[in-house]
Each structure stands twice: as structure tokens, then as C-alpha cells.
């Protein structure tokens, strides 16, 4: 049996029957890679094998017999160089996803330790290498052998692929260190639903924080939680009739009617989760929902349920006159249970980080309306709002504390935000969502616009950036990711999977998504340390980006992914370098 073999970077994407080229040329040509990293820092590359008769790969330890029968079996092993042993080295097998286009492609880390692969088929596995933080600089050398044997035989060395990495002498920032204001939507009722754990039970925290953790990595800011039942109405997932998704999220706040007619409240759930991400670290943001610009199809029977309440916020509780649930129908409950959700967020100290957040509002004169009556009921709450009608951007820049606008957005009224970004009394950040097709984090989206995100961030001086999908996953979402094509694109929803042990499984996607977040860290240490920085980092847009006029990206105008920025890794990996070089010269003055 004969096997291919080599190496790639991180950001490559393999596609089902793309066995021989990719964009850079032959996908097996490169058995040696160079790689550089900052201390407290990592690196990473991807290992492939394709074999011409079915066979088993495997990254552990673990003995290893397939029930297919007799067959070889190719085992990754990973080790450095004698005496550099403190480098942390890790191996997953990378699962693949069908894309809308009904074509495998590359995304999940796999826990599998092992994998079964037909043949003239190419497996990934991606290889990870973390950096202590008191590591020393300089070169290190490891190797990837890759060792066959089948059945009961002896393994025997098939090939040894090398890599030699880099350490400059700068230390990278913990993720709770980052200045980069990540926002990434939780849907914790998701999360419940596809571990089948009963909703805010002790089981759901446990298997959520492993999702806190891993947001928590990327640098995560914000506590998404919620105020109201389903604030999106689901998402309007009733629509899809062929491929039905429960994506309804519940409201964190347990209501009760006491006999004498008096409304008590529970708060504990959101507690729990709001404390549960300050202690990872994500704790500059408290993200309200349900609270204003609830997401209605009143044709469908999600509309309002309070007549006289301008918002069709849906408050349930359980009346302990008659054992019944029900939704508050008078705006005077409505208003009073806003009232004491605010004091709640007082009397523990919170306030100031909590922000009601309005998830693109339509009707400028209906968001005022509704705005103004928040305003009075909770004149401690600050808002933030994700906007994709430009025009509320003029019409809200004095009340609004955060603003969200989405990239088409951002380039229509590009020269009033930069105006201002030193005036508005919070935050100014950027998202994109099923819209703009490009740059965008879909399973069919090159890796490297995951990446780009962090970089273009730094170069539209922004804040931060947001987006809707952590976890929304569609009803099988590891069979099956391809849901409301083509208003969505397969991996809109998510960045992370479901495993069966209660883990969440991270994917290519969100590595590179943090890969750009902490590019954007080196560029703002750059800034805050050098006097000419901009001059320096004139270097670094050059070779990242085409065009260097935001306005260009605006989807209307129809441009390519190439026209507008670098799809060639090696750009990024320079850019890096360049980075990671002048702030050691910097720091080590």
C-alpha cells in the first residue's frame, strides 16, 4: 500500500476530492514547515496522509483494530528536540463538515483519537505547539513520525516530517488581558437541547462552562443573558419546513404570582451564569436581551402579548392562585418587573457593565418610542445596538453607548464614524452575519477571513467586533450544517460543535478567528510603544490588504475577496514576524 504525505499551514482548508492541489500547488510537496510565535503564545499546522487502499489513522497511544477488517493503520507521533520539552504539543484529527455545495470540507477538532479513511481520500490532523510564557527565545526543532503497522505486526518508521519554530522575546497577553472587545452571542437553551440536559439545571452549568472556557480563550468580553422568552422568536425557525430547528432561547429568570396577586422574582439562573464568566475573565459586559426590539411574525402567532406595551415582550410566570402559567398581558406588570430587573442589576454592583442590547432595529420612530419608555422605566440602563439600517447611526449617535453596525454599514457612513469614534460614550464595534458574503466566517469562507476579522478591526481603528453565532445550531449539526440556504450559509451558525462527552468541539474557523484577535493585540502593543508606529504598520497592510479604502468593501459594489485583501498565508505569517520583530526590539532596549 502506498501512502502520501505532507505538510500545510493553518489556514488551509482541504475540500473532499481536492486531493492533489490547492491554491498554493500540491497539497504533499512540503515535509518540513517554519514556524514563529511570542511566548504565551502557540502555532500550529496540519499534517495530511491519503493512502491509495482504505486504512486507519490515529494520534494516540491507544491500541487500535478496525471492524472493517485487516488494515494498515498509520500512527502520528509528535516530540521536540531534547531539552525543550516544556513546548506543549497536541494532535486532532480534523473532522469534515458538508457545505451547502454538498461538499466535505475541513472545520472540526476532532477528540476521536483515531479515524477510519477510504481510500484516495486525504485526512487532516491538525498539530498545536504552546509556548510557556517563561519559555526561552530562540529556534526550536521538532518532528512528526508518521508510523505504520497492521494487526499484530511491529510499527515501522514510515516517514519523519519536521518543523522548526521561532520564539521571539515578546510575551503575548492572557485572553482576559486582550484590549480586542470580543462579542460573541451565547444560546445557552441550544446548548441544553443539544447535550440533552434539562434547562438550567445543575447538569446544563456543567456542560456550559466548558463553552465559557473555551469563549473565554478567544478573549471574550461580553455575558450574553436573558430577560425575556424567545427575543428572536426563534430565529423564525418555523419557516423551515424541510430541516426543522429548534432554536428558541428561554428567559433566565424564573416569575411567580403569589396568592395576594404580588409578582416575585428569581434571578438565580442568570446569576449563576453571569458569575460563572467573571471567574474565566469575561466580565467587561453584561449583553441584556429581551428587553426592546423583540422580533415579531404576528401572522404566525409570535407577536406581542401585551397590548398596550409598545414592545412585544413576552414575560412569563406561574400564578400560584391556580397553578397555571401564563405571560403578563398589562403593560403596568411589564414596566414593573423592568423596574425591579434593573434594581437587581444595582444591588449587586453591575450596572455599570450592563447594556440592553437591540438586535437591528427597522423602524427608527418605533425604536425611539421604545427607547424613551426603557429610559424612564430604568434610568440606569445603557444601551448598545447592532445596526444594519444606516440610518440609525446619525439618528442614535448621542443615545446609544455602544454601536454595532454591520460592514456594509461601516462603509456607507464611514466618514461620520470616524468622526465619532473619541466622541461616543462607549463602544464602537463591527459585525457581519448571514450578510455580507465576504469577508465572512462560513464553512465556504477561506480561513483566512476568520483571521482578517482581528486585522481589519486594527485597521478601521475599532474597538471590537460581534457576532450572532457561537452556538445556534441547527437540529443535527454535525450531519447536517446546511440550514436556511441560502439566506444562511452552512456555518453562519456556529463556531464551535456539540461533542458527545459535553464538550464543545472547536473548529478551524475559530482558531483563526483568534489567530486575527491576537494579530490585533501585537498592533495595538506596537502602537501604545512606538512613536512611528503608523509608518511601521503601513508595511503591514501592504501585505495584508488590497485595497485600503474601507469604503470598497461594501458588498454592492461587487468587488472579489482578492481585490480587497491577501487569501495567501504567507502574507499573514510575514505580518506576524514583522510584528513580533519590532516589538522585541522594542522591549528589549
Known sequence: MRFSYGLQDESYKHIHGDRVYNAMGKIFEN???????????????????????????????????????????????????????????????IGLVEDDDRLLKSDILLHDGAVHVKRNE??????????????????????????????????????????ELEVKDVTMPTPNEYVFHLDLWQHLSNIARKHEVVLWSDRHFEVVEGYVKSLADLGQKAVTVFASEIPWSGQRCFDTVNYPSDLFE???????????????????PMERYIEMCFKHGIDKEIEVFGLVNIWVSPEKGYGGVAPSYPDAIRIRYYDHSDGCYKYMKSDLEIKDYITALE????????????????????????????????KELAPSFKYKTAINHVEFIDEFKDEIQDFVPVLPCICEEWDLLNKMKDKIEGRLLWYVCCWPPIPNTFISSPLLESRLIGL???????????????????????????????????????????????????????????????????IERLRALHPNAETLLEEVWDKILR???????????????????????????????????????????
Open 122 to 163: 486525504v485526512q487532516p490532523v491538525w498539530v498545536e505547539i504552546k509556548v510557556p510564557q517563561n519559555a526561552s527565545p530562540g529556534s526550536y526543532k521538532g518532528q512528526i513520525r508518521l508510523l505504520k503497522h497492521s494487526m499484530f505486526s511491529d510499527e515501522e518508521l514510515l516517514v519523519i516530517l519536521t518543523f
Open 31 to 93: 515535509t518540513h514547515i517554519s514556524l514563529a510565535a511570542a511566548k504565551g503564545d502557540w502555532a500550529a499546522f496540519q499534517v495530511l496522509v491519503m493512502g491509495d487502499d482504505d486504512f486507519t489513522l490515529s494520534v494516540d497511544k491507544n491500541p487500535l483494530f478496525s471492524p472493517l477488517g485487516n488494515l494498515d493503520n498509520i500512527r502520528l507521533e509528535s516530540s521536540v528536540e531534547e531539552g525543550f520539552e516544556d513546548l506543549c504539543l497536541s494532535m486532532n484529527i
Open 250 to 268: 428561554y428567559s433566565m429568570i424564573r416569575v411567580e404570582k403569589g396568592i395576594d396577586g404580588s409578582f416575585r422574582y428569581d434571578f438565580s
Open 547 to 589: 485595497n485600503k479604502n474601507i469604503k470598497d468593501f461594501h458588498v454592492e459594489l461587487g468587488k472579489k475577496p482578492e481585490e480587497l485583501y491577501s487569501l495567501d498565508y504567507k502574507d499573514y505569517s510575514d505580518a506576524k514576524v514583522l510584528l513580533l520583530s519590532e516589538l522585541e526590539k522594542l522591549e528589549n532596549k
Open 456 to 522: 481589519l478591526t486594527s485597521y478601521m481603528e475599532l474597538d471590537g467586533f460581534l457576532r450572532w453565532n457561537y452556538t445556534v445550531w441547527p437540529e443535527r449539526p454535525r450531519e447536517r450544517m446546511s440550514y436556511k440556504y441560502p439566506g444562511w450559509k452552512a456555518g453562519d451558525t456556529n463556531f464551535v460543535y456539540p461533542a458527545n462527552d459535553g464538550r464543545p468541539l472547536l473548529t478551524l474557523r475559530y482558531k483563526n478567528l483568534k489567530r486575527g484577535i491576537e494579530d490585533f493585540e501585537l
Open 343 to 374: 434594581q437587581y442589576f444595582i444591588d449587586k454592583g453591575w450596572i455599570d457593565k450592563v447594556l440592553v442590547v437591540a438586535d437591528e432595529p427597522a423602524d427608527v420612530d418605533l425604536y425611539r418610542v421604545r427607547l424613551n419608555l426603557l
